[in-house]
């Protein structure tokens, strides 16, 4: 069953970024459909959140669709080569979102070996972010793409036990200052499909 729009509307972007551990993430394209359980998702808030693109009210061209109502998709390319896929949280205005980094592939594999040019499925096929994109044919044209439409949506799954997941900091963001070190970060302990920080 797909995760109503309340699911994403809800105040606490960090509990959100929990929550979303254990659910499943799928693609639509034409027809082919890919997929896999969300094992790895960094908060980031528009309220006093260094890291998050929003900071301090930005608003730009690319950070317009974070001040929209939760339960839309959030995709920008970094390094010039890598789409990022968030979801925005939150009542409009708040410009909250979670980065989800990492899937652990269930439906679709096939075709997400071939999007990847990879032979094997091995966890660099989904885990982090940018290859995670890949992987599920996600890139800018998603933007803003609601997640209870057909082309990209998240299911239920089963449900992570407190003890099951592991956090710490979130990946990449130095520039942040203390924010950099915020316990933002949730992942699945133990999963091999989870991003290798760098």
């Known amino acids: 069953m797909k995760l109503r729009k309340d699911f994403y509307t809800r105040a606490d972007v ?14 639509n394209h ?15 808030s528009g309220t006093n959140d260094k890291a998050c693109h929003a900071h301090m009210n930005r608003r730009t061209q690319r950070t317009e669709i ?4 939760g339960g839309v998709a959030y995709v920008y390319l970094v390094y010039g080569m890598y789409n990022l896929f968030n979801i925005i949280t939150n009542v409009e205005g708040s410009a909250d979102a979670v980065l989800v980094r990492a899937i652990e592939p269930t439906e679709g594999i096939e075709e997400m070996l071939l999007r990847r040019n ?5 966890p660099n096929l989904t885990a982090g972010p940018g290859v995670l994109s890949i992987a599920l044919g996600i890139d800018r044209r998603h933007y803003g793409e ?8 998240i299911e239920e799954g089963i449900d992570v036990p407190a003890e099951g997941i592991a956090i710490g900091p ?12 915020l316990p ?3 992942w699945l302990k133990g999963n091999k499909w989870v991003s290798r920080k760098k």
Not at 146 to 153: K, Q, V
Request: cysteine-free; glycine content about 14%; hydrophobic content about 40%.
């Open 14 to 27: 960090v509990q959100v970024a929990q929550d979303l551990l254990g659910k499943y993430l799928y693609t």
């Open 30 to 44: 034409g027809g082919i459909l890919t997929g896999g359980m969300i094992v790895e998702t960094e908060a980031y």
């Open 66 to 69: 974070m001040y929209h109502e």
């Open 118 to 122: 990879m032979l094997t499925p091995k």
């Open 146 to 153: 609601p997640l209870t439409g057909d082309t990209i949506w």
């Open 170 to 181: 979130r990946v990449g963001i130095d520039y942040a200052g203390d924010d950099a070190l």
């Open 184 to 186: 933002w970060r949730f």
